[in-house]
């Protein structure tokens, strides 16, 4: 996969305007881009649509954790718009997820994913919420939170989901578990030298590629630079060195 594809841009914004001119300003340097809660409360569907009819793919990152059938009708709107693929929280377990992939079927293009961990989660927020492993308590990342982001990647392969959504540092016992075909998306990705900002669980582009992702997604590092497009020149070039 070339490296252009692998970047998806996350439009982390509270207000349609400030996407839509990032978008403008990075012009063909991006065609695949993460719309989130905030923004879609914000500016609703409607840039979405924009977005799809200007040749993009969208990431439409909604995490659905809701009772299957409100989750098919969510994943079939996101259908109907057009996105590429998105998200259902793995902790909702087989029934959400299925009902999701079920959904998604009516539209060729769409792509289930599974969230995981997010990767502002230690091994102790785990611990906080009940779910312990060898590695709980300690805060490293390894231990529990790959216990259980592989644990969550299983179910979600299980229930036919196309993919899942992790931090860089699970990337290579994913691939290992899910094979070459499923899609692994990491955000906490940061470039060379940058800051994680509230990733707990970060790498760089270059590294998370290395170990296994299919795609990296990039936020502040890029749309809050002082020169976007050449941030973004920077982080594709750190791909293009890994290969």
Do not use: W
């Not at 060729?108 to 995981?116: E, G, M």
């Not at 997010?118 to 790959?146: F, K, P, Q, R």
């Not at 795609?215 to 890994?242: I, K, S």
Request: a neutral charge; proline letters at 4%; one cysteine or more.
């Amino acid at each position: 996969m070339e490296s252009d594809h692998r970047i998806i841009v996350a439009l982390d914004f509270d207000n349609r305007r400030a996407a839509e001119d990032l978008v403008d300003r990075l012009g063909g340097q991006c065609r695949f881009y993460k719309v989130g809660l905030e923004l879609l409360t914000a500016a609703g569907p409607g840039l979405i649509e924009r977005l799809v009819a200007g040749g993009n793919e969208v990431f439409l990152d909604l995490k659905l954790f809701e009772i299957p059938n409100s989750v098919a009708g969510a994943v079939r709107v996101a259908g109907a718009l057009g996105v590429s693929m998105v998200t259902v929280h793995g902790m909702g377990g087989t029934g959400i997820m299925s009902a999701a992939v079920a959904a998604a079927r009516d539209f060729p293009r769409l792509r289930v994913l599974a969230l995981t961990v997010v990767t502002s989660m230690t091994s102790a927020d785990l611990a906080d919420v009940g779910v312990t492993g060898s590695g709980s308590g300690s805060g490293s990342g390894s231990g529990s939170t790959e216990e259980q982001v592989v644990r969550l990647a299983k179910l979600a392969q299980g229930a036919g989901c196309h993919g899942v959504i992790a931090s860089p540092q699970e990337a290579r016992a994913l691939r290992g578990v899910l094979g070459a075909d499923s899609l692994i998306v990491t955000p906490g990705v940061a470039l060379p030298g940058g800051s994680p900002g509230e990733h707990a669980r970060a790498d760089t582009p270059r590294a998370a590629v290395a170990a296994g992702a299919s795609h990296v997604v990039v936020g502040r590092a890029v749309t809050r630079a002082a020169d976007p497009p050449a941030a973004l020149r920077l982080l594709r070039a750190d791909l293009e060195r890994g290969k």
